[in-house]
């Protein structure tokens, strides 16, 4: 077994359609949460099925080789469970106004309204690549399948519960199907074990211990693992292990777990994985008779249309996709106890319940996840999940990280 090996990196830090709507403008905070959490976690992670014998290795050097592997053929299954303590996101509108499918026009088939499903839950994935031109991905669900696939300059979404689809041609695919990060999903969701285990090793910084902690087996393959733990108080994160392959460097398995204690918050990984060339055909598509076909650019009409999330609740204009405009929002502190302080137009905070236009389904979910707190900078909302928390002020101001909640209340003091 390989010993433990201490490494410093030098990375980075870092409805009725109006029932929906109005929905959406108090689960805000937790879809913060979860997109972040679904950036984080969807590294393929695998069950432990013995321990090898392998070479030593340094932490720095297996950073390295992660960072040197070019696999870019692979197919395999891929197991992926996630627990943040709070309801489906995929279900959280319909939950506020029963009945209410995709909005009018919408597609059951776009990324967009689908990949968030993997925030939540257990999920088993087929995955397939040829390249940065070819993938697919497809969710797994007892009778059905929901198929994305990106095959040149063509990405297809394929719901076969449905029998919906969405299709992209490539200049639409680079910005609704996420060709920025080389894949046919939404920007900001990555699947690929390589784009995440880079992800996240950009935060393994001076306030990021990172050792080799022995060996794993993982669906069949000889691995090292490396841990990276926050060397800093407040955050969330307890640590992140990732299998590394010891053969061609590619992460097979990622397992984070809550500083708190428990169960991982996100344990994701691949059941059986080849490294050999996949069919072609795997990367083809031809919507079956009868199917119902969406267009980007049609989707993205109706969704201008409906506004989305936008001018439901102040600042929540691209909170979605990431955060909001870079100018109302800045970055406090640095690596796992970093903060993101938005501001919000018209300094707006959540509906109060003495307005009476809270409806009541949506009061109880906010009592279940929300606690109010009050400081200096006066009082707010802290939206609370096993990972990533966010404070919502009165006054507008939305502080989010994957920190405590006492955290939180200290930026925004510290902000007054």
Do not use: C
């Not at 070819?134 to 095959?151: F, V």
């Not at 909170?319 to 302080?341: N, P, Q």
């Not at 236009?357 to 009082?379: C, I, N, R, Y």
């Amino acid at each position: 077994m390989a010993p433990n090996d201490s490494a410093e990196t030098n990375g980075g830090t870092r409805g009725t359609a109006a029932g929906r709507r109005k929905a959406a403008r108090y689960i805000v905070p937790v879809a913060v949460a979860g997109v972040a959490a679904a950036t984080i976690g969807l590294v393929p992670a695998l069950a432990s099925s013995g321990d090898p014998d392998l070479p030593k290795i340094s932490a720095q050097k297996l950073i390295e080789k992660i960072a040197a592997s070019d696999t870019q053929q692979l197919s395999g299954t891929v197991k992926i469970s996630t627990d943040l303590g709070i309801p489906s996101l995929g279900g959280l509108a319909d939950s506020f106004a029963p009945g209410g499918g995709g909005g009018k026009g919408g597609s059951s088939a776009d990324p967009q309204e689908r990949m968030t499903e993997l925030a939540s839950g257990t999920h088993t994935l087929r995955v397939a690549a040829d390249g940065p031109d070819k993938q697919r991905l497809s969710i797994l669900d007892n009778a059905s399948e929901y198929s994305l696939i990106r095959n040149g300059d063509q990405v297809w979404a394929f719901d076969s519960k449905s029998d919906e689809a969405y299709h992209a041609t490539e200049d639409r695919a680079g910005q609704d199907a996420g060709k920025k990060s080389g894949h046919p999903v939404p920007e900001g969701v990555p699947t690929t074990p390589k784009a995440l285990a880079e992800q996240v090793l950009k935060a393994a910084g001076p306030t990021t211990s990172v050792t080799v902690d022995g060996t794993a087996q993982v669906a069949g393959r000889d691995a090292y693992k490396l841990v990276l733990k926050p060397k800093q108080s407040g955050s969330t994160i307890g640590s992140v292990t990732i299998a590394v392959d010891a053969e061609n460097g590619v992460p097979l398995k990622f397992t984070l777990l809550p500083s708190a204690g428990g169960k991982a918050v996100v344990d994701a990984g691949f059941t059986k994985v080849d490294f050999s060339k996949p069919d072609a055909s795997s990367f083809t598509f031809t919507p079956p008779k009868g199917t119902e076909v969406t267009e980007a650019d049609d989707a993205k009409a109706q969704h201008e249309a409906d506004k989305g999330l936008d001018g439901l609740i102040p600042g929540a204009e691209g909170l979605g996709a990431g955060g909001a405009d870079a100018k109302d929002t800045k970055v406090i502190g640095k690596g796992w106890s970093a903060i993101a302080e938005i501001t919000t137009p018209g300094g707006t905070g959540l509906p109060s319940k003495a307005s009476g236009d809270v409806p009541a389904e949506a009061q109880q979910f906010l009592d279940a996840l929300g606690d109010k707190v009050s400081g200096k900078f006066g009082s707010g909302t802290v939206f609370k999940t096993r990972l990533v928390n966010a404070l919502m002020t009165d006054d507008g101001k939305v502080y989010v990280g994957a920190v405590t909640k006492d955290a939180l209340v200290q930026a925004a003091n510290n902000a007054s």
